[in-house]
């Protein structure tokens, strides 16, 4: 599989920060969203270096570096998706969902008179859908989201007209499809896996 294309902090004192975050981040993609083939985009992305990633340092997730990085995104036409991860951010869940919001509505605002967004944002977390209904649909995509850092998800928003030009649900279908996927294989595996991810990640980062 070829390597995504990895955009890292410019700090120096962070360089083993980015890259164990990189790395575990690597792992949840790679083992949960396409080892269980959760994604309709995500291997082709992953393999053909249509991911950009940027592991911001900050402990308190700031918009503006955001909005720089969707830029980028923008500005190559290469890329299908982009992760913003936030290894220090110090956040809840729902806290972080309304950043996630807050980032949404400075993207659109700026863009006006035309507000439609060339990236389509998503928050991740490590609490994400915890004590969720597994048979649940809507909830297991939640409990799938559990990143091992808080991440915002960039998928560009013409990658999902294309899937969804025949007027269907995409969200609907992909949920109903993950959840079949993950009763064929047993949930709980999935559960043991994200957790041993989790368990790498807080091991790596209490050694920096």
Not at 12 to 36: F, K, M, P
Not at 90 to 115: H, K, L, M, Q, T
């Amino acid at each position: 599989m070829g390597q995504p294309l990895d955009a890292e902090s410019p700090r120096a004192d962070g360089t083993q920060q980015v890259n164990e975050s990189l790395r575990v981040n690597a792992r949840y993609v790679e083992e949960i969203v396409i080892g269980w083939d959760l994604c309709p985009w995500a291997a082709r992305a992953w393999r053909d270096g249509q991911v950009s990633r940027r592991v911001m340092l900050d402990a308190a997730p700031e918009i503006t570096p955001v909005l720089k990085f969707i830029d980028e995104l923008v500005a190559s036409p290469i890329l299908a998706i982009g992760l913003a991860i936030f290894p220090r951010a110090s956040i809840s869940e729902v806290a972080f969902g309304s950043f996630a919001e807050r980032v949404r509505r400075a993207d659109r605002a700026r863009r006006s008179p035309d507000p439609r967004a060339p990236y389509l944002l998503a928050a991740f977390h490590p609490d994400s859908g915890l004590g969720a209904d597994l048979e649940n649909a809507a909830q297991l995509v939640s409990y799938i989201r559990r990143t091992p850092d808080p991440t915002l998800q960039l998928v560009r928003a013409s990658l999902i007209g294309e899937l969804s030009r025949d007027g269907r649900d995409l969200s609907a279908d992909i949920a109903a499809d993950n959840l079949a996927k993950v009763g064929v294989r047993n949930s709980s595996t999935l559960g043991m896996l994200l957790d041993d991810i989790r368990r790498d990640r807080d091991a790596a980062y209490s050694r920096l």
